[in-house]
């Protein structure tokens, strides 16, 4: 039986209709040659697949679905350091900070220019400088800025947020491009019959996905569909070069 791919989802969690991790678990059981009825676990299978691609750091450009923008938020004058929730849209876990930008032009704030990102230990070294920040760094669940601020400049995070499961979890929206809905059944299945004690069977539905080491030319269906930056670029001017060859032919040396 052929996989029958959601309709493309609106937005937000929850609208009439949408698909949900709730409506995979047919799919899963299915894979798993209805070996199991739990559909609590298939749930739980389905929503560890969706995390185990979203959060790969290598996979980062492929889903602008979890990129967003944190509140605009007044830094104090002549604090350094400030909890890092404050940058984050409640509820959402930040799962990798993708630049950090800020207002030069207190308090109109029509002008931004990014941060630099640095270590403390650097940003240290001038821990007593005060003006316009032009840097800032992360220091456990804080984030501080070089040079301390002068004045209550305005300053935005731009992150991706992990994925955002809903209570209970088979209510959860899929907001995923829909060639990435095939990789979380399969990592949801391979994750089915290690809990079922087939190993054999696990090891080959993961071989399907990450690709096979003895043969480099079956690369996987996780490396097939990163493919978003391909997509995106293949458009970009290419400049000329001129040839220049060796000695005409005839000509002495």
């Not at 047919?26 to 929503?47: C, H, M, P, S």
């Not at 060639?179 to 979380?184: G, L, Q, T």
């Amino acid at each position: 039986m052929p996989i029958i791919f959601p309709p493309q989802p609106g937005p937000g969690p929850g609208p009439s209709g949408q698909f949900t991790i709730g409506d995979s678990a047919g799919e899963v059981i299915l894979k798993l040659e209805n070996r199991t009825t739990d559909l609590a676990r298939a749930y739980q299978w389905f929503a560890e697949g969706i995390l185990e691609i979203t959060s790969d750091g290598e996979l980062r450009e492929e889903f602008d679905q979890l990129e967003v923008l944190g509140p605009m938020f007044i830094l104090t004058p002549g604090v350094r350091e400030l909890p890092f929730s404050n940058f984050v849209n409640s509820p959402d876990y930040n799962d990798g900070t993708l630049n950090m930008r800020i207002w030069t032009d207190p308090p109109m704030n029509t002008t931004s220019l990014r941060l630099r990102f640095i270590s403390y230990q650097e940003g240290d070294n001038y821990s007593n400088n005060r003006g316009r920040p032009t840097a800032w760094y992360r220091f456990a669940d804080l984030v501080g800025f070089d040079m301390i601020p002068d004045t209550g400049y305005a300053v935005q995070m731009r992150y991706q947020r992990q994925y955002p499961f809903s209570d209970p979890i088979e209510s959860t929206p899929w907001i995923l491009p829909l060639d990435w809905f095939d990789v979380a059944v399969l990592i949801a299945v391979q994750r089915g019959f290690i809990e079922l004690n087939e190993y054999e069977k696990s090891e080959a539905v993961y071989k399907l996905l990450h690709g096979d080491p003895k043969d480099p030319t079956r690369i996987g269906l996780i490396n097939r569909r990163k493919k978003r930056f391909q997509r995106e670029a293949w458009r970009q001017e290419t400049g000329l070069r001129p040839w220049v060859g060796t000695y005409s032919r005839g000509a002495t040396k």
